[in-house]
């Protein structure tokens, strides 16, 4: 199974997630923007992507669709994260939805929910 995908413009939540994500013993890709995770999905298929709403380049929302496009992605669970209000995300066709800011307790639940075989070990 391929990693996790961090798709976030802010190095600093991306750095954070990565390493709490890599002790818990998953294997983590990051981008920087949709443009980027296209590029990363292509060189290996994520077993889910930890998308953030706002990004310049390409955007969480336009990252999805290209993702729901695609027959080789289209199945990989996306967990949406924002601090936008409800309204912008609330049609998004994603596996959950994590709101701007969240505890790393948070973070784990759903990352253990929908990245089985991200696991290292």
Not at 2 to 25: H, K, N, Q, T
Not at 58 to 71: D, K, V
Request: hydrophobic residues 50%; glycine residues 4%.
């Amino acid at each position: 199974m391929g990693p996790i995908l961090i798709v976030d413009d802010e190095f600093g939540i991306v750095e954070a997630m990565r390493d709490l994500l890599s002790d818990e013993g998953y294997r983590t890709a990051i981008a920087l923007n949709g443009k980027e995770a296209l590029e990363r999905m292509a060189e290996e298929r994520p077993c889910m992507v930890l998308l953030d709403y706002m990004m310049p380049v390409m955007n969480g929302p336009a990252l999805l669709e290209a993702m729901e496009r695609s027959p080789l992605l289209r199945d990989i669970p996306v967990v949406m994260m924002s601090a936008s209000p409800p309204d912008y995300w609330k049609d998004l066709r994603c596996a959950a939805f994590l709101p701007k800011p969240f505890s790393l307790d948070d973070l784990l639940v759903v990352v253990k929910r929908f990245a089985q075989g991200a696991i290292l070990q």
